[in-house]
């Protein structure tokens, strides 16, 4: 579609100058013109025409600090409980999907969810998950502090009595040694990274379908653009490979800035070193562009969010460690951006971006902190004074109780403190950190933004920290599109902007605040080209294929699920093609017009993933 009308609107274009519209035009993928439909119409030349019913259009979410690049590539082989009320609907789940899982794959539920939203307000208990998969590997990962292993998880991750515990982390065991299947994370995720890295992958076929799902799931929630933060055991160029073919091919649906995560405690400067000559700053176009380093600069300068432990103290090695890597990353002008939860970090980290500014001068640079719950206002005003932006994610609605019960209800009223952020006048960008602890659904963070709740519904904040839906909705559209150097260009929709927005299935400025996170897109477009419909604007967007493999929880449970319901309950139990392997003698892969005889080669293991082991 190179000429595009949207009529019959209502528009928030979040540009003073133009507030309201009721229609807009696109015209090689930017803004072409909004306002009156009569005046946006004229000189239009056989424009696409689309009604949009008197619903309200806003601009293209972006999501500041996500993963997308490494979830999508796991995504059809997760069960998400994103949105559930019910642990017993989780757990139904959880049945149908591990009988309809083949021998010798996993259940995975990977994040997105935390106990305080279900009605029960617990995890299932171990004897529960061995109850339902007695042969089936069953990995369920709780926010960052724990995952639970049904007895097949541990035999298939080699776990028995005498596996040591890795730095960080713990085994629970019973009475004689023998791992339990709780595994905690005290107080690092390393563990839970780890177990989750020994399950099967799919192959790279099925990871470009995998994405494609997973960045339509976005879509369907008006998300168009994400600065993706790398993340653990994610490797460049490596991992990378998918996204670039997606890019090449014209699939991707999602513009995505990516920063470069070092994977390698002790060669953090080896990395980025290694990178800076492969990459120039910001190299890329408007769809897929690198965005600088981080969110992991030097291993020594990452704290970790679990408010059920104690808060980490960073080692006395840290600062000259992250001045060197900041140093390189300055001189190449590289982006960059590091996680801190405390202000503690935060102001050791302060102290040396402050040293290495007067060495090599930021000069406008863009840099910024991730997370900052406990920030203070003394060092909210260093980073404004050193040009550096805030990057926020709702961890405080999926975590807020645990926060409570470690640090008390008054210090939580302003974790983070969002509105003095603004007040400070430095910029400031919402995401999720999705999708291993909070879910990705930005309509969860906008309600959390607005009331200053959990998702299991603990008020948090008082009416000092909350926000108006306008400032909400301009952190999650404009005030992210500075953490990619794309302010002025999306954002906002106005006249030469990138044409990205999304039509909501309820109007976000009249819902009452429950039902602010239950709100979808029926209709989102990125760069002018429908990318997601739903109902009417269905037939608008193109048709994507199955979920790969056939058994994907993605074909029946979807993802997030809308209204707290449990998502493909009712639907009958998923048959596999005719016929069976000719290897394995498992019938989903029968229906796949590629060779499945040699049990030695790639293919001969399609659909099983017995070439993961």
Not at 171 to 192: C, E, F, M, V
Request: hydrophobic share 40%; glycine share 10%.
């Amino acid at each position: 579609m190179t000429t595009l009308l949207i009529r019959n609107a209502r528009i928030t274009t979040l540009d003073p100058r133009v507030p309201q519209a009721d229609a807009l035009a696109v015209v090689d993928g930017r803004i072409a013109a909004i306002g009156a439909e009569a005046e946006v119409r004229a000189g239009l030349a056989n424009p696409t025409v689309i009604n949009a019913g008197g619903r309200r259009l806003v601009p293209g979410l972006n999501d500041s600090h996500t993963h997308l690049i490494r979830g999508g590539l796991n995504y059809n082989l997760e069960l998400r409980w994103d949105g559930l009320r019910s642990l017993s609907d989780a757990m139904a789940m959880l049945k149908a999907q591990v009988d309809n899982t083949p021998a010798p794959q996993w259940v995975r539920v990977v994040g997105g969810f935390t106990a305080e939203q279900f009605v029960e307000k617990r995890l299932p208990t171990l004897a529960e998950l061995n109850a339902i998969a007695p042969d089936t590997p069953v990995f369920l990962l709780h926010l960052y502090d724990r995952a639970l292993l049904n007895r097949a998880a541990l035999r298939a991750c080699g776990y028995d009595r005498n596996t040591p515990d890795p730095p960080g982390g713990q085994i629970a065991r019973d009475s004689l040694g023998n791992p339990t299947g709780l595994l905690l994370a005290k107080p690092n995720a390393l563990i839970l990274y780890a177990t989750l890295a020994k399950g099967p992958r799919l192959p790279i076929e099925y990871q470009a379908n995998s994405t494609r799902h997973f960045m339509r799931e976005l879509n369907r929630l008006g998300i168009t653009s994400v600065i993706d933060a790398g993340g653990g055991f994610q490797n460049y160029p490596e991992d990378y490979q998918v996204i670039e073919q997606l890019h090449r091919d014209g699939d991707l649906t999602v513009r995505i800035a990516y920063n470069l995560f070092t994977q390698n405690k002790g060669k953090e400067v080896q990395d980025f070193q290694q990178w800076s000559e492969m990459l120039a700053p910001r190299q890329g176009d408007d769809l897929l562009r690198h965005n600088g380093a981080g969110e992991m600069l030097v291993f020594s300068a990452a704290d970790f969010e679990l408010f059920n432990e104690p808060r980490p103290e960073l080692p006395a090695g840290m600062e000259p460690e992250l001045a060197e890597v900041v140093k390189l990353l300055v001189e190449k002008r590289w982006p960059f951006r590091i996680h801190a939860t405390y202000d503690e970090s935060i102001d050791r980290i302060l102290d040396v971006y402050e040293q290495v500014n007067r060495e090599i001068p930021f000069d406008g640079l863009h840099w910024f902190i991730d997370h900052a719950e406990t920030i203070t206002p003394r060092n909210i005003d260093r980073i404004r004074a050193l040009g550096g932006g805030l990057a926020i994610q709702h961890r405080m609605a999926y975590q807020g109780e645990a926060f409570v019960q470690r640090y008390g209800a008054e210090a939580a009223r302003h974790t983070p403190p969002v509105r003095r952020m603004l007040q400070a006048g430095l910029p400031v960008g919402a995401g999720t950190d999705a999708t291993r602890v909070a879910s990705y659904n930005p309509w969860v963070a906008l309600s959390w933004l607005v009331t200053g709740r959990t998702v299991g519904g603990l008020a948090l904040y008082g009416e000092e920290n909350l926000l108006e839906r306008e400032e909400a909705l301009r952190l999650w559209t404009q005030g992210s599109a500075w953490f990619s150097g794309d302010d002025g260009r999306k954002g906002t929709l106005a006249v030469d902007q990138l044409a990205d927005f999304c039509v909501l299935s309820s109007d976000y400025f009249a819902v009452d605040d429950a039902a602010i996170a239950d709100i979808t897109s029926v209709l989102t477009v990125v760069g002018g080209r429908v990318v997601h419909g739903d109902g009417e604007f269905g037939p608008l967007a193109p048709t994507l294929p199955p979920a790969m493999p056939d058994w994907s929880p993605v074909n029946r449970f979807g993802g997030y699920h809308v209204g707290g319901a449990a998502t493909g309950l009712a639907a009958h139990a998923h048959v596999h093609g005719a016929g069976g392997c000719r290897t394995h003698a498992h019938g989903h892969a029968a229906a796949h017009p590629v060779p499945t005889d040699a049990p030695n080669a790639f293919w001969g293991a399609l659909g099983c993933s017995c070439f993961a082991f």
